[in-house]
């Protein structure tokens, strides 16, 4: 099987995206994201990008305050990571798609349907060529004894997403960092590929989670790491 087939998948959710309904645009996002949480190799292309990648800042750096326009980036791993954080912070509601692309892609047009054609074009349709491009081309390096366990490495990408992102649970300071450590404890311990520590911290974040709500799409996010 050659890259191209194997990349089947995602470019034709890609492309359903591209050519779908503004309405719709929830699903899309939401069906495009668990196609790469359960495809390892997309999995370990995203979870390389993200590696030492500051979101925030690099957003910040990409708005044109004046205008209310996005210059993404244009090497392919900074931009898979950048859209990866937009498409992951939309599907979990820490943005809301429809008056994200408002701000960002409307041109003073008003008009949703050409708002939605213009992140299509200028966010999903640069995201599909990356990740094609950072596939074929194998530009990832990856460490057999990290990424030998995809449940492992799905783990290790979300931890870090969730940890970028704290701020948005409303925690007070000794709740955050009760978190904070469990959070970095599960990171290290799919980092050893540690099976037993990693069900330990599970456990405690299952507890942490129930007794703050606000938490709990969290440690739902983990929990479907381990789902084949």
Do not use: W
């Not at 330990?200 to 709500?213: E, I, N, R």
Request: with cysteine; charged share 25%.
């Amino acid at each position: 099987m050659n890259n191209i087939q194997e990349l089947i998948p995602f470019n034709t959710a890609c492309d359903d995206f591209i050519a779908g309904r503004y309405i719709l645009a929830d699903v899309k996002i939401s069906s495009l994201m668990q196609l790469i949480a359960k495809d390892e190799k997309l999995t370990d292309i995203v979870s390389t990008a993200l590696k030492g990648y500051d979101f925030n800042y690099e957003f910040e750096k990409s708005v044109n305050p004046t205008e209310d326009s996005l210059t993404l980036p244009t090497d392919d791993m900074p931009l898979i990571a950048y859209v990866f954080n937009l498409l992951y912070r939309f599907d979990n509601k820490m943005l809301n798609f429809y008056d994200f692309i408002t701000k960002y892609f409307s041109n003073g047009t008003g008009n949703a349907g050409k708002e939605f054609y213009a992140f299509a074009n200028a966010v999903i349709i640069p995201f599909k060529e990356a990740i094609n491009n950072a596939y074929s081309n194998r530009h990832i390096i990856v460490d057999t004894s990290e990424y030998q366990n995809n449940y492992y490495n799905k783990i290790k990408t979300q931890v870090k997403l969730i940890l970028a992102n704290t701020d948005n649970y409303k925690l007070k300071m000794g709740e955050k960092e009760e978190f904070t450590l469990l959070l970095n404890a599960l990171y290290i311990a799919s980092d050893k590929n540690d099976k037993k520590m990693v069900y330990s911290l599970m456990v405690g974040l299952d507890y942490f989670t129930k007794y703050y709500k606000k938490t709990r799409p969290a440690f739902l996010v983990l929990e479907d790491c381990f789902k084949d």
